[in-house]
């Protein structure tokens, strides 16, 4: 075990430096500075490519995500309307 304890010991020594380290670096504008713009590029892909999956959906007749949502939340009210209708003629 005393291999293990000495190993154990050197390992945590070695991770509160390291963190020490990597923590500095992490907060470098050097470092944020591009990576906000790696961030940024890929929203932003990511929107153009979410827009062009609807569009093409649109395109073949179905309905899209934004679609399904929307109709989702009217049935949702409908059958809100419904169950109080249901309850209103249960009391009379």
């Known amino acids: 075990m005393f291999g293990w304890d000495l190993f154990k010991k050197y390992f945590n020594a070695w991770e509160a430096e390291s963190a020490k380290l990597f923590e500095a670096w992490l ?10 713009g790696l961030l940024t590029a890929s929203m932003k ?5 979410d827009k062009a999956v609807a569009k093409l959906w649109a395109s073949l007749g179905l309905p899209t995500r934004r679609d399904q949502e929307r109709t989702l939340h009217a049935l949702n009210q409908i059958q809100s309307r419904l169950i109080d209708l249901e309850e209103k003629l249960a009391r009379q």
């Open 27 to 36: 907060k470098s504008p050097l470092v944020l500075e591009p990576a906000g």
């Open 45 to 49: 892909a990511k929107a153009a490519s």
